[in-house]
């Protein structure tokens, strides 16, 4: 998710000050290095058991777990074993439970259980306004009454969200998923809350308020803020941690063909909502979906922090 946003917010700066073609010059780069790049990325462990090479799964277990290659006195043996054992019994496991699709696996009850959690994940991610922000920034900015630049008020909102992103990483596996979902999906709310008031206030009052015109820039940074530490980005975390294994590459699929159709549909509709019902309202559903977020998060879904989805 950092390297999408990274690779968005260099998009926004190269075509703010560069030509289209320039855009699409710097941009036709970036994958020709990624692929380059996985060229050198080793298979993992459980790949190579899949195809019967179990020495080079051991010789990999050493370098993808422990990064080293050898199990040395200096090195944590203990942990090599730990990590040997669980390839291992992995490699068992999938002999005698080889993954085949079947309507039996799809239709089971913690298969559907697991896409309903994954689905209502989606949903309160994407219709909690998170693209609309991302896609109608200068629009809202402009709408709400502020007078900012549109290329700057877009960058400042990729720049905001490369930050939020990497304070998740650096938060998600230390206070957990629903933790960070439910204080991600409260503080959005408040700030679409508090968004949809501000334009309320400016549709209502012609002149507008020029005292106030840092109000829609501090309500969508904090909004785009918090929304980026949890509710958007876990969708992929989440999405492979509560689908069981036998179900989880068809529902997988499935799910992120619907967060791209969500997605689409969200920002499609937004403008003709924004001019049949105005904007406020817009923000005030975003806020009341995003505070269903909070609600799922703590009665519904459960902490997956160090699952094995490998195991599961």
């Not at 998170?130 to 720049?159: C, D, E, H, R, W």
């Not at 949809?196 to 803020?225: E, K, M, Q, R």
Request: aromatic share 14%.
């Amino acid at each position: 998710m950092i390297f999408v946003n990274v690779g968005v917010m260099l998009a926004y700066l190269t075509g703010t000050y560069m030509s289209y073609q320039t855009l699409a010059l710097v941009m036709m780069l970036l994958p020709i290095g990624v692929f380059v790049s996985f060229i050198f990325i080793p298979d993992t462990p459980m790949s190579l058991l899949e195809r019967n090479k179990s020495d080079d799964a051991i010789e990999s277990s050493l370098k993808f777990y422990l990064n080293t290659s050898d199990i040395s006195a200096g090195n944590d043996k203990e942990r090599f074993d730990s990590a040997l054992e669980f390839v291992r019994s992995w490699g068992e496991k999938q002999k005698n439970n080889p993954s085949q699709w079947s309507w039996k696996n799809m239709v089971a009850k913690d298969s559907l259980i697991g896409f309903g959690k994954a689905l209502a994940m989606i949903f309160f991610s994407i219709f909690s306004g998170s693209p609309v922000l991302q896609n109608y920034s200068s629009i809202v900015f402009k709408n709400s009454g502020s007078n900012m630049n549109p290329n700057t008020s877009a960058i400042i909102m990729i720049v905001i969200q490369v930050m939020a992103t990497i304070v998740a990483s650096a938060f998600v596996d230390n206070v957990g998923r629903r933790t960070l979902l439910i204080v991600s999906s409260i503080g959005t709310s408040i700030g679409l809350f508090a968004m949809g008031t501000y334009a309320f206030l400016t549709y209502s009052n012609p002149n507008g308020y020029p005292d106030l015109n840092w109000v829609p820039v501090v309500c969508i940074s904090f909004t785009v803020f918090l929304a980026y530490i949890g509710l958007l980005p876990l969708i992929f975390v989440v999405i492979m941690e509560v689908l069981p294994a036998k179900a989880r590459e068809s529902y997988a699929t499935l799910c992120l063909s619907l967060v791209s159709l969500f997605i689409f549909l969200v920002v499609k509709c937004y403008p003709v909502a924004a001019e049949r019902f105005q904007m406020h309202s817009c923000m005030w559903f975003f806020a009341v979906v995003a505070f269903a977020a909070s609600i799922f998060g703590c009665f519904v879904l459960e902490e997956t922090k160090g699952k094995n989805v490998n195991m599961s």
